[in-house]
């Protein structure tokens, strides 16, 4: 019903927000990733899920349609309700958990608060394939190389490149030769760029 909102920040913590929409003002539930990506200014657009039940309705604000699309897929698993789900997006990104359930990563799911082994089974039972399918399985996929990634993607940010294009370069290089040293990483993702 209400999928995004548009307005001024009055208040922000790091576990909601209220936007002023009009008049109105929305008090909207957010996770810690959520908190990190909202700008400075007041003027700010969220994307939301409204969860509806007998005696509430309840507003999740999202920054990005990736983590909207998680936090959907993760509450349609039995036994996830939507403070699990917040937890799991506070405490790690949503690119992180995808990652964890493609992998069939039992501890780091269960190294969520909240989130027991057969929970953390049953998550990557049901959501390995809906995830592959409807990401591409290199995209969803991370390499155990992070950090010459990050330290990659850092390198190219300070030359000047915006970093979803780095990314992509970056993506596509270690996708080809995950051993690379960090600076023919650079060297590689340059001439794609």
């Known amino acids: 019903m209400i999928t995004h909102l548009q307005g001024r920040l009055v208040e922000k913590y790091p576990t909601h927000v209220v936007i002023d929409c009009q008049g109105v003002g929305y008090f909207v539930n957010i996770s810690l990733n959520t908190f990190s990506q909202l700008p400075e200014g007041e003027h700010i657009r969220l994307l939301t899920h409204l969860q509806v039940k007998e005696d509430s309705h ?4 999202f920054m990005e349609a990736s983590e909207r699309e998680l936090f959907r897929l993760l509450i349609s698993v039995s036994g996830i309700g939507t403070s699990i789900v917040r937890t799991m997006l506070s405490s790690m990104d949503p690119r992180q958990i995808m990652d964890a359930i493609v992998q069939g990563n039992v501890p780091v799911i269960q190294g969520i608060k909240g989130i027991g082994a ?8 049901d ?8 990401h591409d399985q290199d995209e969803v996929y ?7 990634k990050d330290e990659a993607l850092s390198a190219l940010e300070v030359l000047g490149f915006p970093r979803k294009q780095a990314e992509k370069a970056v993506d ?3 996708s080809q030769d995950a051993s690379l040293s960090v600076e023919n990483i650079i060297k590689h993702a340059l001439k794609n760029l």
């Open 142 to 148: 991370s390499n155990s190389n992070n950090t010459k």
């Open 118 to 125: 057969k929970t953390a089974q049953r998550v990557i039972l």
């Open 172 to 174: 596509k290089v270690i």
């Open 58 to 61: 309840t507003l999740f604000g």
């Open 127 to 134: 959501l390995k394939d809906k995830i592959l399918k409807i």
